[in-house]
């Protein structure tokens, strides 16, 4: 099963910022939060990922709560072509420690 | 990030025929690599995965003997589809993570396999 939970659906619109957000309660202290995303009948893209301090690279800003419990993806100038399922994922940190198990995700439409 | 292809990018063929599809890590090399299968409105759900010169390991649910597996190189694994059948029909993607941190893993575009 999943460990993480996302709203299924959320809207954006245009130039604005879309913050994603994303629950792992039962998250492990040596694993880490990826996200990815899926554009429609493509393989997935990585974002970004983290362990416990904020990430940020030149596609998003990944905001992790202290407790590790939540976090938050936020892509700061949404774009139409950042319409995708964005998927929340836990994983161990190294070598095989897990492999990457997909939820259903969050659609986000990005709205003229 | 890294590239992985995957050819064909789509294929049809009839049922009761095999079909075989290639993924190459073009730029790095792929300790591990993922193949994963992906029903229209659905996620995407691990078939199996295989280590560079090992045999595969499959998911609770995946037959071996359908779906085989060979990672001969750090760089290619094929996923053979034998004896398709109509529900086999369905958006296969492979990944690859190299054997070093920060152990990212990427993936391909996808195949699209139709058995008619």
């Known amino acids: 099963d999943a460990k993480t939970t996302q709203p299924p659906s959320m809207d954006c619109a245009e130039g604005r910022a879309a913050n994603l957000p994303c629950n792992h309660s039962t998250i492990s202290g040596n694993e880490y939060v990826y996200w990815y995303r899926q554009i429609h009948s493509q393989g997935p893209q990585y974002i970004i990922h983290?362990?416990?301090n904020n990430e940020t690279n030149e596609m998003a800003s990944l905001i992790i709560t202290e407790d590790r419990k939540s976090s938050t993806l936020i892509l700061p100038h949404a774009t139409l072509r950042d319409t995708a399922v964005y998927y929340c994922i836990v994983r161990g940190g190294g070598g095989s420690q897990g492999n990457l198990i997909f939820g259903k995700g969050t659609k986000l439409s990005v709205k003229p | 990030g890294a590239v992985v292809s995957q050819h064909p990018s789509w294929v049809i063929c009839k049922s009761g025929t095999s079909v075989k599809i290639e993924c190459r890590s073009l730029d790095f090399q792929a300790t591990t690599m993922f193949w994963y299968r992906q029903f229209p409105k659905q996620s995407l759900m691990l078939m199996a995965t295989?280590?560079?010169?090992?045999?595969?390991?499959?998911e609770q649910g995946v037959e071996k003997d359908k779906f085989l597996i060979n990672h001969a190189s750090l760089t290619l694994s094929t996923l053979t589809v034998t004896s398709a059948h109509p529900e086999d029909s369905s958006f296969y993607i492979c990944s690859a993570r190299g054997g070093g941190a920060p152990y990212e893993q990427y993936f391909g575009p996808g195949t699209r396999l139709t058995v008619t």
């Open positions: 295989s280590n560079e010169g090992s045999k595969a390991t499959y």
């Open positions: 983290g362990l416990k």
